[in-house]
C-alpha cells in the first residue's frame, strides 16, 4: 500500500483544516486506516483511525474537535480538524494496518503502512 498525506499548513488557533490520505495499491476492506502525529522532540501518538467494522477511535486529546473518514471509494481517508490548538501542531501521519486487533488501534508499530506526512502548524 502506498499512502500520500495532504492537506497540512499554517492556520490560525480556533481555525480549521482538512488532510487528505490517498491510497493506492489496496483496498481499504479488512484495514484499519488511521492517523497519527508527531511534534519536534516528541514520540509520535496516535490521533484517530477506522477500525475493520467502520467504528471510529479518537485520542481523547482531539475528541469532539477532530472527525476521521474515508472514502472508500476513492481509497482516500480524511481528517477533519477544529477548533485547533497550538499543541496540536505537528507532522501528522497517515497509516494502515492489515493485522491489527482492536486492542492494539492505538499502537503506531501496529501499523505496517506509513504516508510521508503533512505538516500542521497552529499559531497561537
Known amino acids: 500500500v502506498q499512502l500520500q498525506a495532504s492537506g497540512g499548513g499554517l492556520v490560525q488557533a480556533g481555525g480549521s483544516l482538512r488532510l487528505s490520505c490517498a491510497a493506492s495499491g489496496r483496498t481499504f476492506r479488512n484495514t484499519v486506516t488511521g492517523w497519527f502525529r508527531q511534534a519536534q522532540g516528541k514520540e509520535r501518538e496516535f490521533v484517530a483511525c477506522?477500525?475493520?467494522?467502520?467504528?471510529?477511535y479518537y485520542a481523547e486529546s482531539v475528541k469532539g474537535r477532530f472527525t476521521i473518514s474515508r472514502d472508500t471509494a476513492k481509497s482516500t481517508l480524511y481528517l477533519q480538524m477544529n477548533s485547533l490548538k497550538f499543541e496540536d501542531t505537528a507532522v501528522y501521519l497517515c497509516a494502515a494496518a492489515t493485522t491489527a486487533i482492536v486492542s492494539e488501534y492505538r499502537r503506531a508499530r501496529a501499523y505496517n503502512y506509513w504516508g510521508q506526512g503533512t505538516l500542521v502548524t497552529v499559531s497561537s
Open positions: 477506522i477500525g475493520r467494522s467502520g467504528g471510529a
